[in-house]
């Protein structure tokens, strides 16, 4: 089976073109050799794999082979993650950052006025 196919089918990547990307750029690893998208894939095997926000990479042991896309409770059957629960904390940790900065941009100054925001802003001056 080949690399960039399993990490489609089980849903690491939405398309099967970005999980070739990322191989090809040599981000999806095993035994820390960089794996081709065209790579074969066995039971058993241990590949190290990106976040598809980059805040992290993966450890995950293959448990089955699919050929198709399937289901995401199927899909999460087909491997065992073995990232550290460290790792997790810190990646969630930069999520929520980046959720809040993302909230204080929406909130504060834009630059110029949309229209809403122009009428409130006239409707509190007093001539």
């Known amino acids: 089976m080949r690399v960039d196919k399993y990490l489609w089918a089980i849903r ?37 794999v990106p976040a598809t926000d980059g805040s992290h990479k993966r450890e995950i042991e293959v448990v089955e082979l699919l050929e198709k896309r399937v289901a995401a409770p199927l899909a999460r059957a087909a491997y065992i993650d073995h990232t550290s629960a460290e790792v997790l ?20 100054d834009q630059g110029r006025l949309t229209k809403k925001k122009r009428r409130l802003w006239e409707g509190r001056q007093s001539y």
């Open 89 to 108: 904390a810190e990646a969630e940790r930069r999520r929520l950052e980046k959720k809040e900065a993302r909230q204080i941009r929406q909130e504060g």
């Open 12 to 48: 690491l990547f939405k398309t099967r073109s970005l999980a070739a990307k990322e191989c090809t750029a040599g981000k999806v690893k095993r035994d820390g050799k960089n794996l081709k998208p065209s790579t074969s894939l066995k039971i058993g095997d241990r590949i190290e």
